[in-house]
Nanobody, 121 residues
Framework: VQLRESGGGSVQAGGSLRLSCAASGLTFSQHCMGWFRQAPGKEREGVATIDTDGTTIYTDSVKGRFTISRVNPKNTVLLQMNDLKPEDTAMYYC????????????????WGQGTQVTVSS
Protein backbone atom coordinates (compact mmCIF):
# COMPACT_ATOMS: atom_id res chain seq x y z
CA VAL A 1 0.00 0.00 0.00
CA GLN A 2 1.24 3.46 -0.88
CA LEU A 3 -0.18 6.86 -0.05
CA ARG A 4 1.32 9.84 -1.82
CA GLU A 5 0.45 13.39 -0.84
CA SER A 6 0.76 16.45 -3.04
CA GLY A 7 -0.41 20.04 -3.09
CA GLY A 8 1.48 21.53 -0.19
CA GLY A 9 3.25 24.85 -0.43
CA SER A 10 3.64 28.33 0.98
CA VAL A 11 0.78 30.80 1.08
CA GLN A 12 -0.14 33.98 2.89
CA ALA A 13 -2.74 34.05 5.60
CA GLY A 14 -6.22 33.96 4.14
CA GLY A 15 -5.10 31.93 1.16
CA SER A 16 -6.12 28.45 0.05
CA LEU A 17 -4.47 25.15 -0.80
CA ARG A 18 -5.83 21.79 -1.86
CA LEU A 19 -4.00 18.71 -0.70
CA SER A 20 -4.38 15.48 -2.62
CA CYS A 21 -3.54 11.93 -1.58
CA ALA A 22 -3.29 9.19 -4.18
CA ALA A 23 -3.66 5.67 -2.83
CA SER A 24 -2.51 2.44 -4.42
CA GLY A 25 -2.37 -1.19 -3.41
CA LEU A 26 -5.72 -1.26 -1.62
CA THR A 27 -9.43 -1.36 -2.40
CA PHE A 28 -9.78 2.33 -1.69
CA SER A 29 -13.56 2.50 -1.27
CA GLN A 30 -13.38 0.00 1.61
CA HIS A 31 -11.01 2.06 3.74
CA CYS A 32 -11.54 5.00 6.03
CA MET A 33 -9.17 7.90 5.27
CA GLY A 34 -7.88 10.88 7.16
CA TRP A 35 -5.53 13.84 7.27
CA PHE A 36 -3.21 14.54 10.16
CA ARG A 37 -0.67 17.28 10.73
CA GLN A 38 2.38 17.86 12.87
CA ALA A 39 4.07 21.17 13.54
CA PRO A 40 7.66 21.41 14.83
CA GLY A 41 7.77 20.71 18.55
CA LYS A 42 4.12 19.67 18.67
CA GLU A 43 2.29 16.38 18.74
CA ARG A 44 0.61 14.94 15.68
CA GLU A 45 -2.97 16.17 15.40
CA GLY A 46 -5.93 14.72 13.57
CA VAL A 47 -7.33 17.28 11.12
CA ALA A 48 -10.17 15.52 9.31
CA THR A 49 -11.47 12.03 8.67
CA ILE A 50 -13.83 10.55 6.12
CA ASP A 51 -15.54 7.19 6.49
CA THR A 52 -16.37 4.78 3.72
CA ASP A 53 -19.96 6.08 3.74
CA GLY A 54 -18.75 9.67 3.39
CA THR A 55 -19.23 10.73 7.00
CA THR A 56 -16.74 13.46 7.87
CA ILE A 57 -15.28 14.67 11.16
CA TYR A 58 -13.11 17.76 11.70
CA THR A 59 -11.03 19.04 14.53
CA ASP A 60 -12.54 22.22 15.95
CA SER A 61 -9.81 24.56 14.76
CA VAL A 62 -10.49 23.82 11.06
CA LYS A 63 -14.28 23.55 11.04
CA GLY A 64 -15.78 25.83 8.42
CA ARG A 65 -12.42 26.29 6.70
CA PHE A 66 -11.30 22.80 5.64
CA THR A 67 -13.22 20.20 3.64
CA ILE A 68 -12.25 16.57 3.27
CA SER A 69 -13.62 14.53 0.38
CA ARG A 70 -12.92 11.29 -1.40
CA VAL A 71 -13.08 10.34 -5.07
CA ASN A 72 -13.31 6.57 -4.99
CA PRO A 73 -12.96 5.94 -8.75
CA LYS A 74 -9.65 7.82 -8.60
CA ASN A 75 -8.43 6.34 -5.30
CA THR A 76 -7.96 9.87 -4.04
CA VAL A 77 -8.72 11.77 -0.87
CA LEU A 78 -8.66 15.56 -0.91
CA LEU A 79 -8.32 18.27 1.70
CA GLN A 80 -9.49 21.70 0.59
CA MET A 81 -8.07 24.31 2.95
CA ASN A 82 -9.45 27.84 2.85
CA ASP A 83 -8.78 30.92 4.96
CA LEU A 84 -5.46 29.49 6.04
CA LYS A 85 -3.85 30.80 9.21
CA PRO A 86 -0.23 30.78 10.38
CA GLU A 87 -1.17 28.20 13.01
CA ASP A 88 -2.07 25.80 10.18
CA THR A 89 1.63 25.59 9.31
CA ALA A 90 2.66 21.94 9.61
CA MET A 91 3.57 18.78 7.77
CA TYR A 92 0.34 17.22 6.58
CA TYR A 93 -0.03 13.45 6.36
CA CYS A 94 -2.57 11.30 4.60
CA UNK A 95 -3.59 8.11 6.40
CA UNK A 96 -5.72 5.09 5.65
CA UNK A 97 -7.36 2.59 7.97
CA UNK A 98 -8.69 -0.90 7.48
CA UNK A 99 -12.15 -0.17 8.83
CA UNK A 100 -15.19 1.73 7.62
CA UNK A 101 -14.70 4.39 10.27
CA UNK A 102 -11.46 5.71 11.78
CA UNK A 103 -10.93 8.48 14.30
CA UNK A 104 -7.73 8.17 16.29
CA UNK A 105 -4.22 7.84 14.89
CA UNK A 106 -3.77 4.29 16.14
CA UNK A 107 -6.74 3.19 14.01
CA UNK A 108 -4.85 4.06 10.85
CA UNK A 109 -2.59 1.45 9.27
CA UNK A 110 -1.16 3.25 6.25
CA TRP A 111 0.64 6.60 6.19
CA GLY A 112 2.07 8.83 3.52
CA GLN A 113 5.37 10.70 3.66
CA GLY A 114 3.73 14.07 4.17
CA THR A 115 3.53 17.39 2.39
CA GLN A 116 4.58 20.70 3.95
CA VAL A 117 2.13 23.57 4.35
CA THR A 118 3.52 26.94 5.39
CA VAL A 119 1.27 29.93 6.06
CA SER A 120 2.84 33.35 6.54
CA SER A 121 1.18 36.28 8.24
Amino acid sequence: VQLRESGGGSVQAGGSLRLSCAASGLTFSQHCMGWFRQAPGKEREGVATIDTDGTTIYTDSVKGRFTISRVNPKNTVLLQMNDLKPEDTAMYYCAGGDGDSCRLAHEYTYWGQGTQVTVSS
